[in-house]
């Protein structure tokens, strides 16, 4: 509501903020679009003031911070509390409109995220606890945009390669919520995709060689590629030609 007021466009003299409350969610309306250099893809990472006289007197009486992370604050605080994420959007620069949920829709995604940041001693940015929520809205985003990050810190797992590649919350996710069933049938048809890819490979090309599996496999280091192909040496499927360095892999006629 502080942002409403003080970004909002007073030339627009007949136009008032708007407050709507229900059950589901609040809605704040502001008139006026976002402020020159601001757009709903840089609103935040970059800060900008209308009315900079107004703002640092807000920021005086403690109502607003002068670090303009109000933005960033609305939108973390909604999916940490289990709400998911505010959606904000721009009528054709005659007002900025945010609709914030009220209701609590994940509470075992609130207990998973507090968790995890202090198990793991580690700070999320706005931008990355968002992708995690659309990641859980939609379990299966075929492209993130901090993939590295929550990759790294073990909160969402990959499955799939190329157009096929899925982002899943990771076994920790599961696990809290009581269906470490649904994470093993999520893994468990990812490496079926993966090994349906290698068999189409090595029809397609005759042979299946160690960088072949390392470029079909990319997203997977050299242990976890090793877990996807063994169940298809163990049964006989596919067999190994030649030394350990130059050898490769083909189908084992009769056997697939």
């Known amino acids: 509501m502080v942002n409403a007021v003080a970004h909002r466009s007073y030339r627009l ?53 002068q670090s303009s992370q109000g933005v960033d604050d609305i939108f973390k605080i909604s999916v940490e509390e289990g709400k998911g994420a505010p959606v904000m959007s721009d009528n054709n620069g005659t007002a900025i409109t945010l609709s914030i949920p009220s209701r609590v829709i994940d509470e075992n995604f609130v207990k998973y995220l507090s968790d995890i940041i202090a198990n793991k001693q580690i700070i999320l940015t706005t931008q990355e606890i968002l992708e995690l929520e659309e990641v859980r809205k939609n379990n299966g985003l075929h492209t993130i945009k901090n993939k590295d990050t929550l990759l790294k810190n073990h909160l969402v797992e990959i499955s799939g390669t190329g157009r096929a590649t899925k982002y899943f919350l990771s076994k920790e996710y599961y696990q809290s919520i009581g269906k470490p069933g649904q994470y093993t049938k999520t893994k468990g048809l990812a490496n079926a995709s993966r090994r349906a890819l290698i068999l189409q490979h090595i029809r397609d090309n005759g042979k299946l060689k160690t960088d072949d599996l390392a470029e079909l496999m990319s997203e997977l280091d050299y242990d976890r590629r090793y877990n996807v192909i063994r169940p298809l040496i163990n049964k006989g499927i596919i067999i190994h030609v030649g030394t350990k360095k130059d050898g490769y892999y083909v189908i084992n006629d009769g056997k697939e």
């Open 13 to 65: 003299q007949s136009q008032s903020v708007w407050i709507k409350a229900s059950p589901e969610n609040m809605i704040i309306e502001s008139p006026g679009g976002f402020v020159y250099g601001i757009t709903m893809e840089n609103v935040f990472t970059r800060s900008a003031w209308r009315n900079r006289l107004l703002a640092d007197a807000l920021s005086h009486i403690g109502l607003m911070e």
